[in-house]
């Protein structure tokens, strides 16, 4: 299988089993860049996953963009990209042709209901995976913990937080 198309299939599975937008899609992203295939390391997800929290746009597509470019470069973005999002437009095309037929199912209720506890799992387990990565010491820690303070209980901007973060780096380390 030619690695372009493997890339396409990693990314297109990455898109169609995950729920709950791009910070659940990241543990499925990273078992299979890292874990599966190789294609890069832990530090470097890292790196690039903080390119794409801080790059406008939806983390899960912009993660696929840059790891498929990383890989194989601007070919590879693309791909990747296809990858993530055609499940996406698949999904919402049908359920657009279905709507009206089964908005009130209980059914389509119940599993929405079921599906929404596995999405802050999944969103719980990358953050756990970005942090065995990034708490390298207790310089990081005390960072991470003051900045999740700020911005969750005094409403940070969080575009201020990246900065903030970003000049206390310089200074600490």
Known sequence: MSALLQLFISFFKIGAFSFGGGYA?????????????????????????????????PIAINSATFLGYRVYGVLGSIVATLGVVLPSFIVMTLIFM?????????????????????????IAAAAVSVGRTSL??????????????????RKLNPILAIVLSGVLGIILY
């Open 25 to 57: 899609m990241l543990p499925l992203i990273e078992e299979e860049v890292i874990h599966t295939h190789n294609w890069i390391t832990s530090a470097e997800y890292i790196d690039i996953l903080a390119i794409a929290e801080m790059t406008p746009g």
């Open 98 to 122: 279905f709507i009206v037929r089964f908005k009130n199912s209980p059914y389509v209720n119940w599993v929405f209901k079921g599906i929404r506890p596995v999405v802050i799992g999944l």
């Open 136 to 153: 390298v010491d207790y310089k990081a820690f005390i960072m991470a913990v003051g900045i999740f303070y700020f911005v969750t209980f």
